[in-house]
Each structure stands twice: as C-alpha cells, then as structure tokens.
C-alpha cells in the first residue's frame, strides 16, 4: 500500500496566525488526496479533496478562504489554517487515493492547537 | 448520502477475548475498508473487503453486500488491539464515509 507523511506531526499557535501542514505520498504519484478533520472521540469528516494541478473541491460547511489547499505536485499536498483560531484546533489527517475507486491510505495526522 | 452505522459503540474485553464488530451500510457500495485507528491517532488499513470474507492473522472480515453489513472478527485479543475501529465506504464516483467508530479497550 501507499505510505504518506505529514509534517509537522503537531503544532501549536497563536490565534490570528497561519499554519501549513504538508502531506507527502512517499511511494506513490497521486493525483488526488484527501484533507479529513477529527475532533475529539469523533469521527472523520472530509473537509476538501484536493487534485494536482487543479482547484481542491471543497466539502459543504467548509470555508475555502480558510482552509487553502495546493496539491502542487503528484507527491505533495499542502492545507494552510489562515487566521486560525481556538475553534480550528484538531487532529487534521490527509490521504491518498490510490486507483479511484480503491483503498485510501492515510498519513499519520497533524494535531493542531490554536491558543 | 450513503449512512454507516457501526456498533457496539463501546466495548470492553479481557486480554483473550472473542469480539465481532458490525458496520450496517444504507446503499450498495464498490469500496468498504476497515481501520484499526491507534492511540497515537494512525489509521491503519485492516481489510479491503466490498464483498467476500478476508482473514489476516487473528482478525477476520466478512462483508455480504446484498445485505449491506460488514463485519470484523477479532480473536484472542490483545492489549495492543485497543483503539477505535472505523469501517468507511464508497459508492461508485463518491468519497468515503466513515462511520462512528467502535472503541474498543482490551484489558490485561
């Protein structure tokens, strides 16, 4: 299966400020990955698919001016927090789509607090 | 959208224990997955099952899709096997839902 990474693996910042969280697939050129967000003993919700080299689709609810999406290249996707705030802190998890219709792997998340 | 239920939400076993977890799907789907998501917040892939019965070691699934339930099988339980358990589907040109997720404590 497809290995991904995330960096950083957890961060903490101050409200107003931005935050980039990188997702690397390591052994496997995707087309399109998955940003999920987590709260605490919930479950995962998709907040956007991101596609290279075209405009991330964004999930209902999800503001795009915040939550901005790059997938630049077949092997690395970025989610930058803008203006984050207390309500943004979560477990932010991508993955990767690996032939459409088949498994997704996931990178081991980015726990992200805003104080 | 395509609703998961899984169930028990909670469960709680003694180190050695049998468990059956069940994930019931509203609509056909062509991509059902089961995932072990560890205390670190890792989601490990278990099975690739939309259909058909898969063993791996002491875990075990069976999906009947014509009936729209899946089920994972965990024998001789161990400590390390705490987590919450996430079955997620896919029908054909959607994404994938997850369902709510079975947190399951093994106790020594």
């Known amino acids: 299966g497809a290995v991904v990474s995330q960096h950083p693996s957890w961060v903490i910042c101050k409200s107003g400020t931005s935050v980039k969280i990188e997702c690397r697939s390591l052994?496997?050129?995707?087309?399109?990955m998955f940003w999920y967000r987590q709260f605490p003993k919930q479950s995962l919700m998709l907040m956007a698919t991101?596609?290279?080299?075209?405009?991330?689709?964004?999930e209902q609810g999800v503001e795009k001016d915040k939550f901005l999406i790059n997938h630049a290249s077949l092997t690395l996707s970025t989610l930058t927090v803008t203006s984050a705030h207390p309500e943004d802190s979560s477990f932010y998890i991508c993955?990767?789509?690996?032939?459409?219709?088949?498994?997704?792997?996931f990178g081991p998340g980015t726990r992200l607090t805003v104080t | 959208g395509i609703q998961v239920e899984q169930s028990p939400p909670d469960l709680i076993l003694q180190e050695g224990a049998n468990s059956t977890l069940r994930c019931n799907f509203s609509?056909?789907?062509?991509?059902l997955q089961w995932f072990h998501q560890n205390p670190w917040g890792q989601l490990i892939n278990l099975f690739y099952?939309?259909?058909g019965t898969k063993q791996n070691g002491r875990l075990s699934a069976t999906t009947v899709a014509t009936e729209r339930y899946s089920l994972l099988y965990i024998s001789s339980s161990q400590t390390t096997d705490s987590g919450v358990y996430f079955c997620?589907?896919?029908?054909?040109?959607?994404?994938?839902?997850f369902g709510e997720g079975t947190q399951l404590t093994v106790n020594p």
């Open positions: 099952i939309p259909s």
């Open positions: 609509d056909s789907v062509n991509n």
């Open positions: 993955s990767v789509d690996t032939t459409g219709e088949y498994e997704q792997y």
């Open positions: 991101s596609n290279e080299g075209s405009k991330a689709t964004y």
């Open positions: 997620a589907v896919r029908t054909s040109g959607s994404r994938l839902t």
């Open positions: 052994d496997f050129q995707a087309t399109t």
